[in-house]
């Protein structure tokens, strides 16, 4: 079996992350943050230590300044939905996922304005022509570092050092780079980094978080929900300091207990390590594509930096068909389709059809792109 | 002679977990103790330290900007 759908979800994962959630089921078990006893303790230790370990990850000084969520979907929902109001204006661009553009078109009906700045159709984004769309009321630029559908990425360095010099607020999607690409939130200047478990940082699903930068005004980003923190327990009012204001409920900390080792072994490979692999790979892939002659790819310069996530089609053949083959005929794993993003499918041309994707991991080989690739030839010449 | 102790009392739990980290790492001897009947606090544990080195669990304090309620001896 071959799985190259990594950008919707890796695996396999590193056996340190099954073997920590099993650890806490049978060992730990505790609510973390609320009783006194040991276990409690041992379990908030748990909590932190993973805080820590993302903190190392994207340079961040003081780990509870990274609070959790479900996944980077939440991370967003929570910072779209916490800090725009109406009469505030939010920029963005045309290759952003659902994640982000459903929450902003939610928005956009209570009366905050939306702009959209268009890429081109290999999915890059002019910096010029998002400064340009900058106005008094611009509150945040929010941007996809990594596109899932074609791999590309945003120049997120100049953008944030661009927001700064505005004093507009950044919001980073990290849900297609965070542990396969090298991030800072110092040097990039990101303000809101949003990232997920269950893809290059090899957690499970159900992990995800906000890495909330020392610009940002907690008084000015809103809980998406509040209750129960085991802090500031006599009052009926949410606690206003970090992680706390945030974390609401009993975390997901056998997940998160799995996400903390997930992290770790990234940090042990080394994040260049794996994006240099991953580079490997997806060079190899686009080039053997590109020398069949019914496939289509989409996006731009694959020499240069980019996520090893590749669209394409093939001539005459449904993204269905050629995922339905891929899946029953060589047992190759892949998404087809839109991805959860028509606004990336529209910028490059393949909206409502779609494209066939393979995303892959560091756990991917030269080995299987080549098997991938031979089973495209053979499906592309209708054998 | 016999040592003598102090705590810090924290708003939250993460606060006394950052704390309990940091001061293990530079080698300080603490512990997390639940918060002693007569103290009131936000979160159900507190640090527990030996009252030599309430300097420089100050310092640690201070330094990484942890919130913290207050500090007794015990």
């Known amino acids: 079996m071959i799985y190259l759908d990594n950008a919707a979800t890796s695996y396999p994962k590193p056996k340190e992350v099954g073997q920590a959630m099993m650890y806490f089921l049978e060992k730990v078990g505790a609510t973390p943050g609320r009783s006194s006893h040991r276990l409690s303790i041992e ?12 903190a190392e990850l994207f340079n961040v000084d003081d780990p509870l300044r990274i609070i959790f969520t479900l996944n980077v979907t939440e991370a967003l929902n929570l910072t779209l939905k916490g800090l725009l109001w109406p009469g505030d204006q939010v920029i963005t661009s045309s290759i952003e996922h659902n994640s982000v553009m459903r929450p902003l078109r939610e928005l956009e009906k209570r009366g905050v304005e939306v702009k959209v700045v268009p890429c081109s159709s290999q999915g890059v984004l002019d910096p010029v022509d998002l400064e340009r769309a900058i106005k ?19 120049p997120i360095t100049v953008v944030g050092e661009m927001a700064k010099r505005h004093h507009i607020l950044f919001l980073v999607d990290t849900a297609q780079t965070a542990g396969c690409y090298p991030l800072d939130i110092k040097k990039d200047n990101i303000d809101l980094l949003a990232f997920t478990g269950h893809k290059a940082l090899y957690g499970p699903p159900g992990t995800g978080g906000l890495v909330i930068g020392e610009r940002v005004n907690t008084k000015k980003l809103i809980p998406l929900k509040v ?8 009052f009926e009012e949410q606690p206003d300091f970090l992680p706390d204001i945030y974390e609401s409920g009993t975390s997901n900390i056998v997940g998160l207990n799995g996400l903390k080792e997930g992290v770790r072994f990234v940090l042990a490979e080394g994040v260049d390590k794996i994006h240099q692999h991953e580079k490997n790979l997806i060079i190899r892939l686009i080039e053997r594509l590109k020398e069949i002659p019914e496939v289509t790819l989409y996006g731009g310069d694959y020499r240069k930096e980019q996520v090893a996530v590749v669209s394409f089609n093939l001539k005459d053949k449904w ?15 892949c998404r087809v389709g839109l ?3 028509p606004a990336t499918h529209k910028t490059i041309g393949t909206f409502p059809r779609g494209t066939v994707r393979f995303s892959m991991s560091w756990f991917n080989t030269l080995e299987e792109v080549d098997q991938a690739i031979m089973a495209i030839r053979d499906i592309a010449k209708g054998a | 002679m016999k040592d003598n102790y102090s705590v810090v009392i924290f708003y939250s739990t993460s606060a006394a977990i950052r704390a309990e980290s940091l001061a293990q790492k530079v080698n300080l001897k603490v512990k997390l103790i639940p918060v002693p009947r007569h103290l009131s606090s936000d979160c159900g544990i507190c640090l527990q330290f030996n009252n030599k080195d309430q300097q420089s669990i100050k310092e640690i304090l201070v330094e990484k900007k942890i919130e913290y309620d207050d500090i007794y001896e015990i």
Do not use: F
């Open chain 1, 43 to 54: 379990s908030a230790r748990i909590l932190y230590q993973a805080r820590e370990s993302l």
């Open chain 1, 227 to 234: 209750g129960g923190t085991g802090s500031h327990s006599e």
């Open chain 1, 136 to 154: 008094k009321n611009t509150k945040l630029i929010v941007l996809n570092h990594g596109s899932n559908v074609i791999g590309s990425l945003i």
């Open chain 1, 319 to 333: 993204p269905s068909e050629v995922g339905m083959r891929l899946d029953e005929e060589y047992d190759i794993m």
């Open chain 1, 339 to 341: 991805h959860c993003s």
